[in-house]
């Protein structure tokens, strides 16, 4: 695995996920609730472990067995929240937790929590919670 790409892991993540979704779905009827509600909750937590990297949702919608319009109405109906603002919230949430416990760097935290630059963090940041990440850091710190 050293001499892959860095996204190799992920791929093998997704796989070793798609194959236990595969055998499940053999062993329960399809279409149950319990199946359901397993095809949310792997993505749920693949989501919460990996959303400081980039995250394919076509993917996770293949694997569920759904059109990525499909799984983004169901995710959000399962969640209240789209797939995507989930992620955000998500990253939005271990910013804070940085901001405040650490003294690492505005753009240290950015690339941590998956954001594509600085300002693209401070500006969600901003719209999320109403304070850059320097004045809430300073008013939380």
Not at 83 to 102: F, Q, S
């Amino acid at each position: 695995m050293k001499n892959k790409d860095e996204d190799y892991a992920d791929m093998l993540d997704l796989l070793t996920s798609q194959l236990v979704l595969t055998l499940r779905r053999r062993r329960l009827t399809g279409g149950s609730p319990a199946y359901a509600e397993d095809k949310f909750r792997y993505a749920i937590n693949y989501m919460n472990e990996n959303f400081h990297r980039r995250i394919d949702f076509g993917s996770l919608a293949a694997m569920a067995g759904y059109s990525l319009d499909r799984y983004r109405h169901l995710f959000k109906a399962q969640t209240g929240a789209s797939p995507g603002r989930y992620v955000l919230g998500r990253r939005i949430a271990h910013a804070r937790t940085l901001l405040r416990e650490t003294k690492r760097s505005i753009s240290e935290i950015a690339a941590d929590c998956g954001f594509a630059s600085d300002s693209q963090f401070c500006s969600l940041f901003k719209r999320e919670t109403g304070w850059s990440p320097g004045a809430y850091r300073k008013v939380n710190a």
